[in-house]
């Protein structure tokens, strides 16, 4: 049932493919979806591999190939490298599976378009990984230390405060109550830790009010 796997041609699509979409599930994970599908073709291509006759060699320049192509990431625009990856990854491709009378059992054609597909597919996705890592964040969280918002409701422990045009989760040691202007003391993460404070207006307010005659 499953001897159209033993196709050296069918065997090298399927791992291939089976790579190209488990790095792009590591790189944006989600449902699981992906990674499901990655591993079963995975899967697949790794029972072809272990009934097939391999060549060494043709192993070992596959995966030399991949140094170039790593440089070539943090490289920008050193397209030498990633070039000599790409022959290097045909060759191997070409010879990675000995057919019986010594020739090889992957069609070039073949080889060299799924070998370059694959290959600018994992440059592009390596790249635009890269540069996210890179960037610069386009707001700084330290900016909110020390700034002072408002409460959206009533909140003990945790709470929604609206600080700097934005809504933001808040933990307070003291109650804050809706409508109060509190004022950030400091940040774990995206929480910020907040106290309520009394603006001058209120501070005002408070003093002018008659004290009650009991």
Do not use: C
Not at 24 to 32: V, W
Not at 60 to 89: A, D, T
Request: zero cysteines; proline letters at 5%.
């Amino acid at each position: 049932m499953m001897e159209f796997l033993l196709d050296p041609n069918v065997a090298y699509v399927l791992l291939v493919t089976g790579f190209v979409i488990a790095v792009l599930a590591l790189i944006s994970p989600g449902t699981g979806f992906l990674e499901v599908i990655g591993l079963f073709i995975l899967f697949l291509a790794g029972y072809a591999m272990f009934r097939l006759p391999i060549q060494i060699w043709a192993l070992v320049l596959i995966v030399l190939s991949i140094i170039p192509f790593v440089i070539s990431l943090r490289i920008v625009k050193h397209w030498g490298l990633l070039l000599l990856s790409l022959v290097g990854l045909i060759i191997g491709t070409i010879f990675l599976f000995p057919a019986e009378n010594g020739s090889p059992a992957i069609h070039p054609v073949l080889a060299v378009v799924v070998s370059f597909s694959a290959l600018m597919v994992l440059w592009i996705i390596g790249r635009r990984s890269m540069e996210a890592v890179s960037q610069k964040p386009a707001f700084d969280l330290e900016r909110l230390v020390g700034q002072t918002g408002e409460a959206r409701a009533d909140f003990k422990d945790e709470g929604t405060v609206y600080v700097m045009g934005e809504e933001w989760t808040a933990r307070t040691s003291h109650p804050v109550h809706q409508g109060s202007h509190v004022k950030v003391t400091g940040r774990e993460g995206l929480v910020l830790l907040v106290e309520e404070v009394k603006t001058v207006d209120e501070l005002s307010d408070s003093a002018n009010k008659p004290e009650s005659n009991e």
